[in-house]
């Protein structure tokens, strides 16, 4: 018995060296791929910080959450950049289109704000649903969301990414959410407006709430904003 | 049966030890960890929650100073002076001298921390891995020094918990210099807390003692949560400190590592 796990042993050092020395390498040109590609992305992020005071990343303001700098893919599967939302007062929340409570009330909540402002208004107003199961939430998938929901594309838009910056947003929103074995998630229930440089100006938390506060703030915003 | 896996892991992992004096690429300061099943804290009784985790790679040690220093001085975006306030609060690295230099009371080779998720997770990028997730963390704190599995140690249980209970000494020592455990991965538990992939995975209300559940109207899913292990009190304790964190957020007691899948 002792013999054999000695020759075991030897066996299974042999290989592993073997095995080490291989993924040595290969780690070793990951490595420096990866370092290449995340290279350009710093430049292109830290080209345009000013110095001192109001410091601002591209054209984007310090409190801005645009400066995640991520791509994504519409309804329509056209690529927007989180910057192109930029300009815009925002109505903004992470759902996921299989959830089967909560997801359309957020949407029906954001339907309200929507119904209660004027055209005038709504002018400056986009309504952005990002996905939080890229997986399963592919352009369609969401344009049937969209549909379902009576969601009007001239002023929705519906978003899935990559997990990474899927978490990136949600860090920065204070959105906890957690996916469960059967494909759900667990997720916070947030409405955020977000200002027309991306700033976040009012968060609204939980379903079926007033409303009255976060159409004061978005009517004001607009207000200022002309 | 058991038996024999136990001394084969125990040889392939003294085999990464007899490696680790070659030139030091990411891989040698990292553990392997095989693939498990974590059982996280609180779950809906109803469904099968159980998270399988696949096998990777850990680092051996918490990120030091000295590594951060090096990733701020060739990233100035991640400077103190430089950073955004949304991706690290006012106190990001406050206790080192300036954007590129420690400080003479600085110890470079102790963890860093006042470091924001933000910031770990451009650190991870940038050398190639990532963070770990809260399942692949625990599943790695797990282990004491002679299991995969401590928590059926009562001993080790107190252990940890004697380290939680002590306030967070002025300066750190060098990484290494606390527990290591049946994976060689040290630090987990004694030094630092950290950071992790997905803390915000987290999900608790103000009212989150025995079994109240969450609320439904602020967070979405299942209605009733019972916790699996009330005996785990350390990693209710961590349970309980991630759901308070958030990605900016930075603390003298809070530092991270890295993880990487095996290709």
Redesign the interface.
């Known amino acids: 018995m002792k013999k054999l796990i000695l020759i075991s042993a030897f066996i299974v050092i042999t290989a592993a060296s073997l095995i080490m020395i291989l993924a040595n390498g290969s780690n070793n040109k990951n490595t420096a791929d990866n370092i290449l590609q995340e290279k350009p992305k710093e430049e292109t992020k830290s080209c345009c910080s000013s110095g001192e005071g109001e410091k601002t990343s591209g054209s984007f303001t310090a409190n801005s959450i645009y400066q995640i700098n991520s791509v994504w893919k519409n309804q329509f599967g056209n690529e927007i950049n989180i910057g192109d939302l930029k300009g815009k007062t925002q109505v903004f929340a992470m759902i996921f289109a299989n959830c089967t409570y909560a997801c359309p009330i957020i949407a029906n909540d954001m339907r309200r704000i929507e119904e209660s402002l004027s055209s005038d208004e709504l002018k400056q107003i986009q309504f952005t649903l990002v996905s939080i199961d890229p997986e399963r939430d592919t352009p369609e998938k969401l344009k049937q969301f969209a549909k379902d929901q009576n969601l009007n594309f001239a002023r929705w838009q519906l978003l899935t990414g990559d997990r990474s910056d899927i978490d990136d947003l949600a860090a920065l929103l204070g959105f906890r959410y957690k996916k469960e074995n059967d494909g759900s998630f667990s997720h916070s229930n947030i409405i955020t407006i977000l200002n027309k440089e991306g700033e976040i100006i009012h968060q609204q938390v939980g379903l079926n709430q007033d409303i009255a506060n976060t159409l004061n703030i978005i009517k004001n915003h607009n207000k200022q904003g002309v | 049966m058991k038996n024999?896996i136990k001394?084969?892991l125990l040889?392939?992992f003294s085999?990464?030890f007899?490696?680790a004096g070659?030139p030091q690429?990411?891989?040698?300061r990292m553990s392997l960890i095989p693939a498990g099943i974590y059982t996280p804290l609180y779950v809906?009784d109803t469904?099968?929650?159980?998270?399988n985790v696949e096998s990777f790679l850990i680092d051996k040690y918490p990120v030091t100073n000295k590594e951060f220093l090096k990733f701020v001085t060739e990233?100035?975006?991640w400077r103190k002076s430089?950073v955004?306030?949304?991706?690290a609060d006012d106190s990001y690295l406050i206790y080192w001298k300036n954007d590129t230099e420690l400080g003479p009371d600085v110890n470079p080779g102790a963890p860093v921390t006042n470091i924001s998720?933000?910031a770990a997770?451009a650190f991870a990028?940038?050398?190639?891995k990532r963070l770990p997730s809260t399942a692949e963390w625990e599943l790695a704190a797990r282990a004491d020094e002679k299991s995969a599995n401590g928590y059926k140690n009562p001993e080790y249980v107190s252990k940890i918990l004697a380290w939680y209970s002590e306030p967070t000494s002025a300066s750190l020592p060098d990484v290494g210099s606390s527990n290591k455990n049946f994976y060689e991965v040290y630090d987990m538990l004694g030094l630092v807390w950290e950071w992790t992939?997905?803390f915000?995975?987290?999900?608790v209300t103000g009212e989150s003692r025995g079994n109240s559940g969450?609320?439904?109207?602020?967070?979405?899913?299942?209605g009733s949560v019972g916790a699996t292990d009330f005996t785990n009190y350390p990693a209710f304790m961590r349970f309980a400190f991630r759901?308070s964190l958030?990605?900016?957020y930075t603390t003298s007691n809070l530092g991270f590592r890295c993880a990487k899948d095996i290709?």
């Open positions: 024999p001394i084969i040889i392939l085999s990464f007899i490696f070659k690429t990411d891989i040698s809906d469904t099968d929650q159980n998270i990233n100035p975006k430089e955004s306030k949304l991706f998720w933000f997770k990028n940038y050398y190639g992939s997905d915000f995975n987290a999900l969450i609320d439904r109207n602020l967070f979405c899913g299942s759901s958030k990605g900016n290709k």
